[in-house]
T-cell receptor, first 114, second 118 residues
Framework: SQKIEQNSEALNIQEGKTATLTCNYTNYSPAYLQWYRQDPGRGPVFLLLIRENEKEKRKERLKVTFDTTLKQSLFHITASQPADSATYLCALASGSSNTGKLIFGQGTTLQVKP | DAGVTQSPTHLIKTRGQHVTLRCSPISGHKSVSWYQQVLGQGPQFIFQYYEKEERGRGNFPDRFSARQFPNYSSELNVNALLLGDSALYLC?????????????????FGAGSRLTVL
């Protein structure tokens, strides 16, 4: 069956360190993968998108990698700040799908301590 | 420019009742999607509508239905509510959802409607 998995345990790191979150998937051939941020009581907010033919994407302190052989994406936040504390969701869409349906992981909660 | 707006923000219903949730997409966005998010889980796809037509449906029972209006706003209806329907219902809009569109479907979410079923 198709699965997308993120670390369910919260990630606690010290301010200034690099946070690395993992997203693994099985039985998918996604054309692209997205990362969203969600704060408590709010809807997810889009952060980054990476396509299957891209290895790495950067935006300010954020970096995403996509390894279609390992079926894994890594999401990095460098020089982390307490304001980065939130739940981070990865999401997949199949290239053959025209429905716009995204499959989300369960999310990983990041806590950055000052 | 207003983002995606949803109403109501919170509501409490009892088992067996019916609920209607409403969503207004970002101006210019023609596609609306609905997701259910249970506490501690990621959003789960319910429906997508584009130009008033259903473009996709998730694994939800027929008690769930939706529609999109000419102004691209949308309603999600849930009949015969069960305790397990308690969740955050998220609406998301995107630029396109036309058949054959192979571009990336980046979603802009609303803040959600928190439904509690007692």
């Amino acid at each position: 069956s198709q699965k997308i998995e993120q670390n369910s345990e919260a990630l606690n790191i010290q301010e200034g360190k690099t946070a690395t979150l993992t997203c693994n998937y099985t039985n998918y051939s996604p054309a692209y993968l997205q990362w969203y941020r969600q704060d408590p009581g709010r809807g997810p907010v889009f952060l980054l998108l990476i396509r299957e033919n891209e290895k790495e994407k950067r935006k300010e302190r954020l970096k995403v990698t996509f390894d279609t052989t390992l079926k894994q994406s890594l999401f990095h936040i460098t020089a982390s700040q307490p304001a980065d504390s939130a739940t981070y969701l990865c999401a997949l869409a199949s290239g053959s799908s025209n429905t716009g349906k995204l499959i989300f992981g369960q999310g990983t909660t990041l806590q950055v301590k000052p | 420019d207003a983002g995606v707006t949803q109403s109501p923000t919170h509501l409490i219903k009892t088992r067996g009742q019916h609920v209607t949730l409403r969503c207004s997409p970002i101006s210019g966005h023609k596609s609306v999607s609905w997701y259910q998010q249970v506490l501690g889980q990621g959003p789960q796809f319910i429906f997508q509508y584009y130009e008033k037509e259903e473009r996709g449906r998730g694994n939800f029972p027929d008690r769930f239905s939706a529609r999109q209006f000419p102004n691209y706003s949308s309603e999600l209806n849930v009949n015969a509510l069960l305790l397990g329907d308690s969740a955050l219902y998220l609406c998301a809009s995107s630029l396109d959802g036309a058949a054959g569109y192979s571009g990336a479907n980046v979603l802009t979410f609303g803040a959600g409607s928190r439904l509690t079923v007692l």
